[in-house]
């Protein structure tokens, strides 16, 4: 595993305990559609299902790791959720979140939660 993939994996395990800190439900995690990967998929209380995507960064000489969900990205997560949702027969509320994580050199960590960063059109 490389440098960028651990970097990945540590922000989404950040993520996964802010959310369950939160009240959320996880329902899956690196759910696999074709070549799309939704990071974390989530419940909340009114059971409004949630596509996370989590992106994390070590500074910010690349921009804001929240910057990095691109229209591409918006329309590939679109298609791996309404596939989601025909798999788990879920036709009711749904939202896209985005998790964005600094970390810092000294171990602490900057956790910005975005809830409906868009809606690329399910439907």
Known sequence: MN??????QRGEAIAKSYLEE???TV????YRYKRVELDLIVKNETDCL???EVKTRKGLKWG???GA???????NMSKAASAYMREVGHDWEVRFDIISIL???DGRHTLEHIEDAFFPGLF
């Open 3 to 8: 440098e960028r993939q651990k970097t990945g």
């Open 22 to 24: 939160h009240g959320y």
């Open 27 to 30: 329902e899956a995690i690196g």
């Open 50 to 52: 949630i596509f996370v």
């Open 64 to 66: 804001h790791p929240s």
């Open 69 to 75: 969900v691109s229209a591409t990205k918006e329309k």
């Open 103 to 105: 970390l810092h050199k």
